[in-house]
Structure formats: C-alpha cells, structure tokens
C-alpha cells in the first residue's frame, strides 16, 4: 500500500506540472460568466414578454405553445408525446404554486449541471484522461516507469486513482463556481427551495403517483452524484483508449468524435432499439429526475446506471489485461 500511495503522488504531482486542471479552471471561469448572463437575459426577456415577474404566465404559455404544435402535422410523432408529457408536468407545477426556475443560485447550479452532464463535463474529463497513459510513450518514460521495481498493476492502479480524484476535483469545481458566480447576480438562496422528483413518463403518459417535493440542496446533491458517475465512466473509458492506442491525438480524436455522436444519437435513434446499450446514449441520467422522455423507451435510471457500469467494468478488463502484458519494447 505504500508503493501505491507513493505512486498516487507521483501521478498527482505529474499531472498538475501538465496544467490540465488549470486550463479546466479558466475555462470555467470564462464559460459561467458568460451563462449567467445569457440566463439573466432570459428573465430579462421573460418579463418584457409577459409584463410581469409571475411565473405562472411563463408555464401557462409554454401549455399553449405545446398545445398549438401538438395539433400540427409536421411535428413527429416522437416530439408530441414529448409535449404531452411536459404540458402535465408544467400544469402539475401550476397546480401546486411551484416555480421550478426561480432564479438564484442554487437553481443555476442545478441547470448548468444538468445540461452539462452529457458534453461539457465528458470533455473536460477527457482532455485530463486521454494521454495518461499514451504520453508516457511519446515522452519515452514508460520504459523508466515500467522498469521500477513495482508491479504493472500498481502503476495502472495508481494512475486510475488519480483520475478519480481528478474527476472528483473537476465535478466540484463546476458546482461551486457555478454557485459563486451566479450567485453575484441571482443571490445565494434557494437551498430549501421544493422541487419535485419521482415524474415517470411512458409515451404522452405521466404517472404522477411517485412525486414527491425534496429540498433542492438535496436535489442538487443527488444531481452531482450522477454527474460524478458519469465523470469517472468516461474517465475509465479515456483511459482505455491511452492504454490500447500510443497517439495522444488518436485517442483524443476517437472519444471526441464518440461524445458528440452520442449527443447526435440521443435525438435521433428513439426507433432504433440495440442504440440503448451504447455507453455515450445514456450519459443524460439527470433527465430521468425532471421526468424527461428517454432517449428509448424502456430506458430508466436503473437501466443506464447499470449499462454505464458494465461498460466501466469491461473497459477495467480491457486496460489492466492489455497493460500488465504490453511489450513496451515495440
């Protein structure tokens, strides 16, 4: 255990002389902002466009919108039963006197969180995951690192660890410069503000008999949780690829293209059944507390948890037997 703390270290320390996590700070630092302000214009809009600060009036329009395009022959049939399920969940909100954006801190942490779940998050993390292991060779020190007298295991232990931490470290500092910095213009309240879970939608259908109001803090905690996941499924997956292929650029390149065709996919393969058991299909997992249709029917929180994770788990498989038998010569 102390070779393998010794080398947490090691790879903890090489990863920060990399500035990755820096980079990721600033990047968030210039992103929020600009967010806060597209957000603050839109309340701004709603307002002008409504005359009055009531929420009501935003939710009961969106019913009317919904309703005018659920008549429309050019809408898919896919996208009204989507209406249907949104126009029972505003009215639901409507008849308990919940706003479900008031706008503060809180709220815009859980938005950007949720929206960024399935992209942003992914490729920040593999920018931090893809060359861990491929720029050892390209630097030539994996011959050095795989020489010492420490099982090839250990190294690739310690290295998956870091990537953990690293994640976790990512994930909590979008939150919390979410939080900080839209809470300059949004104020810093909501924590105990209600928001309902427990909306499960089939089709245009909405069983309402599992709602229920949690503590938005809770909800937010809930949120994070899944985005951690998410994090450390595509980390694992990152890391297979610097294990299977030497070119940093390759690597990067190939999870690149598997993200944003995974965010293509989600809105487009709600016919194409088998398309449900691909990992980057089912990266949304805080869609299924807002009770947001499925990309698939069939797919559930349970469902995506558990094809994220044999996903991870083969992708463990796959890393530690090709590393511990690598011919690092060739």
Partial sequence: MGNLAALVQNESIKMVKKRRFLVVILILLALIPMFTYAQMRVSQNTIKQFG????????????????????????????????????????????????????NGVTFTREFLNNSISLFIPLIIMVIAADIISSEHSGGTIKLLLTRPVKRWKILMSKLITLILFVSLV??????????ISGLVFGYGGWNMPVFVGFKTSGGDVDLSGVHAIEQWKYLLMETGLVWFVGIVVAILSLMLSVLIRSTAAGMGIMLAVLISGTILTNMVS????????????????????????????????FSLAVLSVWAVISLFVSFGVFTRKDILN
């Fill in 52 to 103: 009055t600060t009531d929420w009501r009036a935003s939710e009961r329009q969106k019913i009317v919108d919904y309703q005018r395009s659920l008549s429309s022959a050019r809408v898919p049939e896919e996208w009204k039963e989507f209406r249907r399920a949104q126009i029972k969940i505003s009215q639901y909100y409507l008849d308990h006197d919940i706003n479900p954006q008031s706008p």
């Fill in 271 to 302: 016919s194409w059944e088998a398309a449900k058991y691909l990992f980057m299909v089912n990266l949304k997992l805080t869609d299924y507390m807002t009770g947001a249709l499925p990309p698939i029917k069939g797919m559930s929180l349970g």
């Fill in 171 to 180: 994930v909590l500092s979008t939150a919390a410069l979410s939080y900080l």
